[in-house]
């Protein structure tokens, strides 16, 4: 696979579904991936780009940026409230807002700084207790918080159980989304983004599927 032909299904799924042209986005996923492989990606003129470890993105991105111009980062992973002050200088967006000592974080430094990254909420769908998110029961008045904190929330995000279908996890998702007039929906991976763009993902995260399979450490 290359990213030549995520774009190609990317498109044919916009397509099937009566999406418009350039309504999905694309975060090419490059935690951990050698910047042999990452730099090749920036020169097939890819932009858009998703981390999970902030000390990874600092010691990453800022040299890349320089080499290669403006390009955005998104925060996709789980982030440390005492790494809120880093995230909100390196990333354009966090999609991994799960709780509300982050979201007031988050507007605290906002309120400093005088701007934000665009936020997404992410919604532990298969409410499971190992894995990071708001609970679908929870979402509502989380959502109420945030808003009266002044935090510009654009979405929601999701990472379906493991092993089961994801496609009643898209669903739901996008129903959360709706209810609350939020239009950002990331979720969809390698194996099922083409289901979650049929459910109405703007954000699909990509990883081995561009880069290929991570190197041993």
């Not at 906002?110 to 992410?122: E, I, M, N, T, Y």
């Not at 959502?143 to 996890?169: N, Y």
Request: charged share 20%; net charge neutral.
């Amino acid at each position: 696979m290359s990213l030549s032909d995520i774009q190609t299904r990317l498109t044919a799924a916009e397509t099937a579904h009566g999406r418009a042209p350039g309504s999905v986005h694309l975060i090419a996923v490059s935690k951990v991936q050698p910047l042999d492989r990452v730099r090749a990606v920036l020169a097939e003129g890819h932009r858009l780009f998703g981390e999970n470890y902030v000390q990874e993105a600092a010691g990453k991105w800022p040299d890349l940026r320089t080499e290669f111009g403006p390009l955005a980062v998104h925060m996709i992973g789980p982030l440390q409230t005492n790494k809120a002050k880093q995230a909100m200088d390196l990333f354009d967006a966090i999609h991994s807002v799960d709780r509300p000592s982050l979201a007031q974080k988050l507007a605290n430094l906002a309120q400093s700084k005088g701007s934000c990254p665009d936020l997404f909420v992410q919604v532990n769908t298969g409410q499971e207790p190992q894995k990071a998110g708001i609970l679908p029961a929870d979402l509502d008045p989380f959502l109420k918080e945030c808003r009266a904190m002044s935090l510009p929330i654009c979405g929601l995000m999701c990472i379906p159980p493991e092993g089961l279908d994801p496609i009643p996890h898209f669903t739901e998702l996008a129903g959360m989304a709706a209810r609350n007039g939020l239009s950002g929906l990331s979720m969809g991976m390698s194996s099922d983004f083409e289901s979650a763009i049929a459910k109405g993902a703007t954000h699909i995260r990509v990883g081995s599927a561009i880069f290929g399979a991570r190197r041993p450490a």
